[in-house]
T-cell receptor
Framework: EAAVTQSPRNKVAVTGGKVTLSCNQT?????MYWYRQDTGHGLRLIHY???????EKGDIPDGYKASRPSQENFSLILELATPSQTSVYFC????????????FGPGTRLTVL | QQKVQQSPESLIVPEGGMASLNCTSS?????YFWWYRQHSGKSPKMLM?????GEKEEGRFTVHLNKASLHTSLHIRDSQPSDSALYLC???????????FGTGTRLQVLP
């Protein structure tokens, strides 16, 4: 079964601090995605990547950066965390081509105080 | 910006009943639809996909797609308490790897 892991699983950060969320996949999928999930908003796409070295802006990229140093790893970086970024963040991987499903990690619950 | 609208927001059905969930995309060029299921505290998992007009059945689950109206529906017959979850509809164009999710329908199946 496809495997996507995230770390940390829970994080408490202070306003203005830097936060890095990490994602690792062993599926050898080219595509990776970062979403946030808030009640009433479903899953919203923050950044995604087509492969190592590439990052693309999703629908809500403001306040976030992404890094894809390798096929397996995709990070989400909050340079200056704000309370509005308190949320549950999901990483996902998927194969190339629009027909392929996405495999999600377990999620990271981030609280910014 | 493409939107995926789902209805109803929440749904309560009795055990053994039929649950019907709806999803419509605002993108006239959308080609693919998926239904994901997310149990409380867990991550979403793909339940069914549909790419062509018509109907697709897998066990108790049936999906319909009408590409002309950009509408898909998910029907769960003989609903079980274990079906209680958030159901997310997702859509994408064939020429992109970007997938857009709806806000979900929360289904509760009462014993």
């Amino acid at each position: 079964e496809a495997a996507v892991t995230q770390s940390p699983r829970n994080k408490v950060a202070v306003t203005g601090g830097k936060v890095t969320l990490s994602c690792n996949q062993t599926n050898n999928h080219n595509n990776m995605y970062w979403y946030r999930q808030d009640t009433g908003h479903g899953l919203r796409l923050i950044h995604y990547s087509y492969g190592a070295g590439s990052t693309e802006k999703g629908d809500i990229p403001d306040g976030y950066k992404a890094s894809r140093p390798s096929q397996e790893n995709f990070s989400l970086i909050l340079e200056l965390a704000t309370p509005s970024q308190t949320s549950v963040y999901f990483c996902a991987s998927g194969d190339v081509g629009g027909r392929h499903e996405q495999y999600f990690g377990p999620g990271t619950r981030l609280t910014v105080l | 910006q493409q939107k995926v609208q789902q209805s109803p927001e929440s749904l309560i059905v009795p055990e053994g009943g039929m649950a019907s969930l709806n999803c419509t995309s605002s993108d006239r060029n959308v080609d693919y639809f998926w239904w994901y299921r997310q149990h409380s505290g867990k991550s979403p998992k793909m339940l069914m996909s549909i790419f062509s007009n018509g109907e697709k059945e897998e066990g108790r689950f049936t999906v319909h797609l009408n590409k002309a109206s950009l509408h898909t529906s998910l029907h769960i017959r003989d609903s079980q308490p274990s079906d209680s979850a958030l159901y997310l509809c997702a859509a994408a164009r064939s020429n992109t790897n970007k997938v857009v999710f709806g806000t979900g329908t929360r289904l509760q199946v009462l014993p």
